[in-house]
Structures are given as structure tokens and as C-alpha cells.
């Protein structure tokens, strides 16, 4: 088994060092990455609470409430960021989008209007 640290970090005596590494390993990543990640885990929070988790107690984590608000929160994202994305980054974010918003609809008992479900302000209707 071994001792080292899972972070590098962590790992180092001095947490200055440790924290000026953090820094020049974040300043290395490119802004279209740390977007497209963010992008990626509100996703797939929104999925898991829309209920489309695997597994047989998928329908245990579905949570409406909690879904509109990252899918709103991933179409402001997707919104602001799409220009300096670029159609080639940005094209896979709003399908993937859409698609929680349409299992949004599917999943809700009580039918938002057109124009009015999660996120649908900033990218229009899904229906």
C-alpha cells in the first residue's frame, strides 16, 4: 500500500508551495476546458436529479425542484460562454441541454408553459 499523498498538494511540507503548484496547474488549463468540465458536472447533477440516473433506485434521487435550478444554471452557463466557445464545443453543451430539458418535462407531473421551463428564458421553447 502506499504512503504518498492522492494530492500532490497535500503532499508537500510547505502549503505555499503546495498552493503556488495548485495555481500554475490551474493556469495551464484552458478556459474552454474549465468551462466544458463545469458544464459537464451540472449535467450530470441535473441528469441524476431528473431521475435518469442507472441503476434500479434511479427514480430515489429525482428532485425537480433541484433539476430546474441546475438546468437554469447550465443554460446561463452555456448562454454566456457559447461565443468564445465556439460552435465546435459549444453545439454538444446545447444538445446535451435540450435534453434535460425535455426529460425535465417529461418527468414533471404539472406542464410548464412553452418558454417557461428550466433554462427555456435563455434558449427558447423545447417544445
Known amino acids: 500500500m502506499s504512503t504518498e499523498?492522492?494530492?500532490?498538494?497535500e503532499?508537500?511540507?510547505d502549503p505555499q508551495t503546495g498552493h503556488a503548484q495548485a495555481t500554475r496547474d490551474i493556469a495551464e488549463v484552458p478556459a474552454v476546458e474549465v468551462i466544458t468540465t463545469a458544464a459537464i458536472h451540472l449535467m450530470s447533477a441535473a441528469a441524476v436529479k431528473c431521475?435518469?440516473?442507472e441503476g434500479?433506485?434511479?427514480r430515489e434521487h429525482l428532485d425537480l425542484d433541484e433539476a430546474r435550478r441546475l438546468i437554469s444554471a447550465l443554460a446561463g452557463l452555456i448562454t454566456a460562454a457559447a461565443p468564445d466557445l465556439g460552435s465546435q464545443h459549444a453545439a454538444p453543451l446545447r444538445?446535451?441541454?435540450?435534453s434535460l430539458q425535455l426529460a425535465f418535462r417529461e418527468a414533471s407531473v404539472i406542464q410548464d408553459p412553452p418558454g417557461q421551463g428550466p433554462g427555456?428564458?435563455?434558449t427558447g421553447s423545447v417544445v
Open 5 to 9: 499523498s492522492p494530492n500532490p498538494a
Open 56 to 58: 434500479p433506485d434511479a
Open 95 to 98: 444538445d446535451g441541454l435540450k
Open 51 to 53: 431521475g435518469l440516473a
Open 11 to 13: 503532499a508537500t511540507a
Open 120 to 122: 427555456e428564458k435563455l
